[in-house]
């Protein structure tokens, strides 16, 4: 039986939600990827073109810092990975931790909440992110609160 993790970044506690209720469902261990600084209100104003999470999602370098580096990567086969889709991909702080730890040899599972776009390009990029001995697996938005048995059913499918 492979050991399993939920990663997650969430600015606004949505993805969060889902994340806990998921590493339950799964019987994993749940990890929170948190920023140095984290984003305010104003930070993830998408209309406006100056606010950070715009520079930032705008700019293909930018890897915001991570709070911590206490990820235990090496201890788990399958890494489930979640975060909000922003401007139509993962925000940068997800490729920051995946550039942080050896990825090499895991399986790492997207989802992402959404407020009414796609995953996009984000498997393109995060794979950019990743050693080539990693399997990425496009999974799925987990909007509106999927209840357990969804998740089971979901993570189920993957035959992981």
């Known amino acids: 039986m492979s050991r399993k993790l939920v990663a997650y970044f969430s600015a606004t506690g949505v993805t969060r939600l889902v994340s806990g209720r998921l590493a ?42 991570l709070a911590a580096k206490d990820a235990n990567i090496n201890d788990y086969d399958v890494i489930y990975l979640g975060f909000p889709i922003w401007w139509y991909i993962a925000p940068r702080i997800i490729q920051t931790f995946l550039e942080t730890y050896d990825f090499s040899g895991k399986t790492v599972v997207l989802f992402a909440t959404s407020g009414g776009s796609g995953l996009g390009r984000t498997v393109d990029i995060l794979k950019s992110s990743l050693p080539p001995s990693a399997k990425i697996v496009t999974g799925q938005l987990l909007n509106g609160g999927p209840t357990a048995t969804e998740l089971a059913r979901w993570t189920k499918s993957l035959k992981l």
């Open 24 to 65: 339950e469902t799964i019987g994993a261990d749940l990890y929170e990827i948190k920023p140095e600084k984290a984003y305010s209100d104003n930070d993830l104003n998408w209309l406006d073109q100056t606010t950070r999470a715009t520079i930032e999602q705008k700019d293909t370098s930018a890897r915001p810092a």
